[in-house]
């Protein structure tokens, strides 16, 4: 067995590079004459990243998680069984730090490799994720009184020195929690290092997760507003509120989310999730769901909602995705009967204009997954649900014979993924629908999310290049897309580049002489007209 893990682990993933094009040496030249740190435009410019998480790993439901993906990524996912994807879900939630709340004191075990194995032996492919935790205690990466580059230092050194085992069983895990994207484009050894940070950062105290983000921008950190996006995905996976493992959305998750921004002092934003399927779920009653929301708009401040379609739906013209039936594992199956048993695809399309025509009528923001993969529900929900054509088929059925287009205030998180901003083929028609909804209807905003591809120099010069040129189409459309691009990291999901790095790389882009009439525009202003914050702000 170790023998075929070795040899799988070490093969080679292919890709081809293209050459950049003679405009795009250009651009990328320019870029090499631009310094951000020297520039008074970048550092008077306040920042908003419009999407980014605070939540850690007990705001996510993992034994679902990996009990409903044990079939998913054969072989080694087979290798987990249901006592060890307990046992390892288990493991990270008591090695996670719970932060306090108002006038709560501070309590937490000692961490010890003793405290991962309580429940006894774990099995073979868990084991060996296990132990590189370990390893991680040992090294001091968990040690509460060492400073935090110490501890991050640590933890990226085990990172480097895994063995072929430890490489394999990481991918594996990140695989599983949604990462496939991740691994697929920028396999290697900073991708694992990207999954082992993100398993460290998931076990923080959700107290020090704002403070992090800060640091982990260095000098302009404290420049930057976030704006944290709530997950709802107990009901996705069939999993309730467990003490010290898993917190109850309404009653513990949102009251944190609440004490993360109050500590802000108006420096972060949340958005809580909706999830239509709380209406039949965890003794929910029809609307139950949109009350959510209400509540947490009207009165407990959320500045707008979050739309998650690889949990499963869409935004208009549903339909349900067919059961899942692996030979060795119950769980995708039953999680798929808490997800859509007693529902059919007209219900769920009522259920998702509900929420929608209130947004709508209220002016509420909406920020949507318009990626096609990361963290579904089942491999394909992504790719099946998220496309931005749906919301294309909502915004439409708002929009009478010969009247304004829809006023719905949403955004497109991913814009449709990164391929068509950097000039590929591939999922090309996502960002090109991305791009005309934008145009097209006077509140749509789009994301590109910022991760390593900016800190690649050639791919830094493609995304820079095919901006300029799409902004100097511009005339012809009465919504600048200009005005519609926002800055957004989805900090703290998995990403090879360091997030100071990939911020001074955006940057960059954005002070060559093509794009520094929307510098302002696309790292404050823009986000700032989407979230309806007062000028004077």
């Known amino acids: 067995m170790k023998s075929l893990l070795l040899l799988l682990t070490l093969t080679p993933l292919m890709f081809s590079c293209h050459s950049l094009t003679p405009a795009e040496k250009r651009f990328q030249n320019a870029l090499q004459q631009i310094d951000p740190v020297s520039e008074p435009l970048a550092q008077k410019t306040e920042i908003i990243d419009i999407h980014t998480h605070t939540f850690n790993s007990r705001y996510l439901p993992l034994r679902g998680i990996l009990l409903g993906k044990r079939d998913l990524f054969p072989p080694f996912s087979w290798l987990i069984s249901d006592c060890c994807a307990i046992h390892l879900a288990d493991a990270i939630s008591r090695l996670t730090r719970e932060g306090p709340l108002a006038g709560e004191a501070a309590s937490q075990p000692a961490i010890t490799p003793e405290l991962l194995r309580q429940e006894g032996q774990p099995g073979f492919l868990c084991g060996i994720l296990i132990g590189l935790i370990e390893k991680g205690i040992q090294a001091g990466a968990w040690d509460p009184g060492v400073d935090f580059d110490t501890r991050l230092a640590s933890i990226t050194a085990v990172a480097d020195q895994m063995n072929p085992l430890e490489r394999t069983a990481i991918r594996t895990a990140g695989k599983m929690m949604g990462f496939e994207e991740l691994l697929t484009h920028h396999s290697g050894p900073t991708s694992d290092q990207a999954l082992v940070r993100f398993l460290w950062l998931l076990t923080q105290s959700d107290s020090d997760m704002v403070p992090i983000f800060r640091q982990l921008h260095g000098d302009q950190g404290a420049r930057i ?313």
């Open 225 to 537: 507003t976030l704006v944290s996006h709530a997950m709802d995905l107990g009901p996705v996976y069939a999993q309730q509120r467990e003490e010290g493992r898993f917190y109850d959305f309404v009653t513990e998750q949102l009251p944190r989310l609440r004490a993360q921004a109050a500590r802000e002092k108006g420096r972060m934003l949340w958005f809580v999730a909706y999830n239509p399927f709380r209406d039949h779920t965890e003794g929910g009653q029809p609307g139950s769901a949109l009350r959510i929301v209400r509540e947490a708009v009207e009165k407990y401040g959320a500045s707008g909602v979050k739309i998650y379609p690889p949990s499963g739906y869409r935004p208009a013209a549903n339909d349900i995705p067919r059961k899942p039936r692996p030979l060795f594992t119950r769980h995708p199956g039953a999680q798929w009967e808490n997800r859509f048993g007693s529902l059919d695809a007209a219900e769920l399309n009522r259920r998702l204009a509900e929420v929608l025509d209130w947004c709508l009528e209220n002016d509420v923001p909406v920020f949507t997954h318009a990626g096609h993969g990361e963290f579904e529900a089942r491999k394909g929900y992504g790719e099946h649900h998220s496309h931005p054509k749906w919301w294309r088929a909502y915004l439409e059925s708002k929009t009478p014979s010969g009247k304004s287009r829809s006023g719905l205030r949403l955004c497109l998180g991913h814009a449709g993924g990164e391929e068509f901003w950097l000039g590929k083929k591939n999922y090309s028609n996502w960002g090109q629908e991305t791009l005309a909804l934008c145009r097209e209807f006077p509140h749509v905003y789009c994301e590109i999310t910022i991760n390593s591809f900016v800190v690649e120099p050639k791919d830094q010069a493609r995304f820079g290049h095919r901006l300029t040129n799409l902004l100097q189409e511009e005339t012809e459309h009465k919504n600048h897309f200009g005005d519609k691009l926002l800055y957004g990291t989805d900090w703290f999901l998995p990403d090879g580049a360091h997030p100071a790095a990939a911020l001074r790389a955006t940057q960059a882009v954005f002070l060559t002489d093509g794009l520094r009439p929307f510098y302002q525009r696309y790292f404050f202003e823009n986000s700032r007209r989407f979230l309806k914050i007062h000028p004077a702000r």
